[in-house]
């Protein structure tokens, strides 16, 4: 093939329009080989055939291996579908120890707490008990220190009648103070003697 402008084409372009046109060759014809029914149906059942041998041939080997007593490749997937759920088992039952350990945790903080709380009330009333103690026992001697000129009181028992006490001295207070008045018991009246009448003559 001359060329337009009067030179002889190389070997390169010679082999590159061999090329294109090898190649239009080949795709005109797969299209033909592809669109063909004939094509079609023995690509299809060559397809099933090779399927149909494949099951036959699992088959085979699984008979063969439960002669054997070894484990089939159904076997071993199962296995590996069971360890997978038992694996996500053990690591919920993990999450739930997990939180039932925080929550205990929390428990005894909080327990702890309280328990240091109370004991702080506890010496806090204890304090104030004994603040009340000694402002008890200094009470007496605050009573016993009275001013000159001051009626004495001595003390009654419990269950005594309070009895006001007026002191000699008009500029001080009255002091209340409580008498104790033992009820004495009563004596009985003298019986009356009946009279004699006279008789009559």
């Given at each position: 093939m001359a060329d337009p402008r009067g030179k002889t084409p190389g070997p390169s372009r010679f082999g590159e329009q061999l090329y294109q046109s090898w190649?239009?060759?080949?795709?005109?014809?797969?299209?033909?080989?592809l669109q063909s029914p004939a094509f079609l149906g023995a690509m299809s059942e060559n397809l099933s055939a090779r399927t149909q041998a494949r099951a036959t041939y699992e088959r085979t080997m699984e008979g063969a291996m439960d002669r054997m007593h070894l484990p089939t490749r159904k076997d071993i997937v199962r296995v590996a579908r069971v360890?997978?759920?038992?694996?996500e088992r053990l690591l919920a039952q993990e999450d739930l120890l997990l939180s039932l350990k925080d929550q205990l945790a929390a428990a005894q903080r909080e327990s702890v707490q309280a328990r240091?709380?109370?004991?702080?009330a506890?010496?806090?009333?204890?304090?104030?008990?004994?603040?009340?103690r000694a402002e008890l026992s200094a009470a007496p001697a605050v009573?016993?220190?009275?001013p000159p000129g001051a009626p004495r009181v001595a003390a009654s028992p419990p269950g005594a009648p309070v009895v006001a006490v007026a002191p000699a001295d008009a500029a001080a207070p009255a002091v209340v103070v409580a008498a104790s008045v033992a009820a004495a018991p009563a004596e009985p009246a003298p019986a009356r003697k009946p009279r004699a009448r006279k008789a009559t003559p």
């Open positions: 190649e239009k060759a080949m795709g005109a014809w797969w299209d033909q080989v360890a997978t759920l038992l694996e240091i709380e109370s004991m702080q506890r010496i806090e009333l204890q304090d104030e008990l004994r603040a009340l009573l016993a220190v009275s």
